[in-house]
């Protein structure tokens, strides 16, 4: 959500991660690594889970936590309307 005075703009973005089937060592494993302890979804997709990813439909950056483009598109939006 974007605001500039009277005008607001609110927008999202949302982002599919296709992980494959994972084992339950696989999985304790990933746990183990305390890689999945301080992450919104369990996992970081620029680490180690980067090896259960077998595809990913949307915008990388929004997984990782920040999604880049979209914000640039909705500052440029609402600076068209100041």
Do not use: W
Request: hydrophobic content about 40%.
């Amino acid at each position: 959500c974007l605001r500039e005075g009277e005008n607001i703009l609110v927008e999202s973005e949302c982002t599919a991660v296709h992980f494959r089937a994972l084992t339950d060592e696989e999985i304790e494993a990933y746990i183990a690594t305390g890689e999945c302890d301080d992450k919104a979804g369990a996992y970081a997709i620029q680490g180690g889970a980067a090896a259960f990813c077998e595809g990913l439909e949307g915008c990388y950056y929004n997984v990782m936590g920040f999604p880049v483009s979209r914000v640039a598109r909705a500052l440029a939006k609402i600076v068209e309307k100041i």
